[in-house]
């Protein structure tokens, strides 16, 4: 068992990883194997995120929480279960070494501070600004539609209306359920000019995401994941994506649950039309409104 660290020795710890290598981390791409395992990797390799709040000085671990986690170390370790077996530390691999916490700096803390060894971590890709420059540069469209992944793409879990499980090996590696008619409607944008792009809060592998719908055979152009982060930094990360996106796309719909959003560069006000079918109809509603705004374009 490694050496555990008190209150204070943690947050002092912190404060150095932060003072190290807040400026000089850098993501590295995890190869599939890497991302497709869940494994058990020293508490040592993991770095807290200087853009989380968990390293902010002036809001900081939550000692109340570590606390609740170490008791769960406890219980585990009395009935020889692996904590967080099925929920592991969400991370990215970094140069020059270790991997960077994406999601779980309090349950990483409730090991340092009981001194246990390792926990489990899932390494993914998040989308990086370079990544979306390389994905704007392949295409040759000047419109984009772009839809929430985790609330517009996935199915519901009180919903009956999904696409088929992919058969094995797909079934195996990819869990979630699509929403009925999205690979049809993502063909059908492509088909009509427009760019996919999809976004997640959560932290998926960017690349996860494209592979997913190739095993539906469509696809999308785009893809960015972690979007839900409040930092400064991602702020002004999102804020020059935008300005990229306005120099590509003359036009972009945002499709959700229930409604279609157009708006085109020129233009103050949005046009937006209520989608009413939000169950086994709601793709074909959206793909006759996207016809519809189209035809009163021309």
Request: net charge neutral; hydrophobic share 35%.
């Amino acid at each position: 068992m490694a050496a555990n660290l008190t209150n204070s020795e943690l947050e002092k710890y912190i404060a150095d990883e932060v003072r190290l290598y807040a400026k000089t981390r850098v993501p590295v791409k995890a190869s599939m194997l890497e991302r497709m395992l869940v494994r058990s990797i020293s508490c040592v390799k993991l770095h807290p995120n200087p853009e989380d709040e968990f390293c902010d000085p002036h809001i900081g671990p939550n000692h109340q929480i570590i606390s609740s986690y170490v008791k769960t170390i406890k219980e585990c370790r009395k009935h020889g279960d692996i904590p967080w077996d099925d929920d592991p530390i969400e991370v990215e691999k970094t140069f020059p070494d270790g991997y960077l916490i994406l999601n779980g700096h309090h349950r990483w803390a409730a090991c340092r501070i009981f001194g246990y060894n390792k926990t489990r971590v899932h390494i993914v890709n998040l989308t990086q600004q370079q990544d979306i420059e390389k994905m704007l540069l392949r295409s040759d469209n000047h419109k984009r539609a772009s839809l929430d992944f985790d609330e517009v793409v996935l199915c519901p879990e009180s919903s009956d209306h999904f696409e088929k499980k992919l058969r094995l090996p797909g079934g195996l590696f990819y869990k979630e359920k699509l929403k009925l008619g999205i690979p049809a409607l993502f063909r059908f944008l492509a088909e009509n000019g427009y760019d996919v792009w999809v976004y997640s809060y959560k932290y998926y592998s960017f690349d996860y995401i494209r592979h997913l719908f190739r095993k539906y055979h469509s696809g999308v152009t785009g893809v960015v994941t972690g979007a839900g982060r409040k930092t400064a930094a991602y702020k002004e990360k999102r804020e020059q994506t935008e300005k990229l996106f306005a120099g590509k796309y003359s036009e972009t719909l945002h499709i959700s649950v229930d409604s279609v959003v157009r708006i085109r560069s020129g233009q103050n006000d949005p046009e937006m039309r209520t989608i009413n079918d939000t169950e086994a109809g709601w793709y074909r509603e959206v793909m006759n409104t996207v016809k519809d705004l189209s035809d009163n374009a021309e």
